[in-house]
């Protein structure tokens, strides 16, 4: 999950997870949540209790996750409708699914919000996180887009490559935070670039 701070008043929550209280006050803290995105229909399961919490937030869903969405929360759009010039929120190219990405510039730096399309799990717990982690090729040795995703999600691998490459080449890119692993911060760039090699 992450949290990004809005041009007016509050914030939208990316990928809404459960939390304890004392954290939810820190997020309060930040602004009322105004927008609750699901970057994919796989990441609605825990968006009902956010809804129920903050009933003025408005569900932003990917088009083809619409429906499945709608089981958890009534969705609002499928698109950008924050009206703040600093984001930017679009549709993953070569997918099978509907996956957003969202850009958030601020102060000339750019931050990449991606989801299951790229993971990074460099450090997993556990014994069973480390065998899943490796097997299902989740980023532990450097970002790339897990087996499994390649599988349930990818249409276009050709397209996929190509939309990495578009990413790396955003003028001020700082950082990519994924939804499943690390933040990329050390050459986002250089990272989306190798990640498109996987797809030749």
């Known amino acids: 999950m992450t949290i990004v701070a809005l041009a007016g008043d509050g914030t939208l929550v990316w990928s809404p997870i459960p939390l304890r209280e004392s954290e939810m006050a820190k997020v309060e803290a930040l602004g009322p949540p105004r927008f609750l995105i699901v970057?994919?229909?796989?990441?609605?399961?825990?968006?009902?209790?956010?809804?129920?919490?903050?009933?003025?937030?408005?569900?932003?869903?990917?088009?083809?996750?619409?429906?499945?969405?709608?089981?958890?929360?009534?969705?609002?759009?499928?698109?950008?409708?924050?009206?703040?010039?600093?984001?930017?929120?679009?549709?993953?190219?070569?997918?099978?699914?509907?996956e957003f990405a969202l850009?958030?510039?601020?102060?000339?730096?750019?931050?990449?919000?991606?989801?299951?399309?790229?993971?990074?799990?460099?450090?997993?717990?556990?014994?069973?996180?480390?065998?899943?982690?490796?097997?299902?090729?989740?980023?532990?040795k450097r970002p790339r887009t897990s087996r499994t995703v390649r599988h349930i999600f990818v249409d276009e691998p050709a397209v996929v490559a190509a939309q990495f490459r578009q990413w790396a080449g955003i003028r001020g890119l700082k950082r990519i935070i994924v939804s499943h692993g690390d933040v990329i911060e050390t050459s986002p760039e250089a990272a989306l670039l190798r990640a498109a090699e996987d797809f030749g």
Not at 52 to 58: D, H, K
Not at 119 to 135: D, K, Y
């Open 39 to 98: 970057p994919n229909a796989g990441h609605r399961l825990d968006l009902s209790a956010w809804k129920t919490r903050y009933p003025n937030a408005r569900v932003i869903a990917p088009p083809s996750a619409r429906e499945a969405v709608k089981e958890a929360a009534p969705v609002e759009a499928s698109g950008d409708i924050m009206d703040d010039p600093a984001l930017r929120l679009g549709l993953v190219a070569g997918t099978k699914e509907d």
């Open 103 to 140: 850009t958030v510039e601020r102060n000339g730096d750019v931050t990449l919000l991606l989801n299951d399309i790229l993971s990074n799990v460099r450090h997993p717990e556990g014994l069973g996180a480390n065998i899943m982690a490796r097997l299902f090729a989740f980023g532990v």
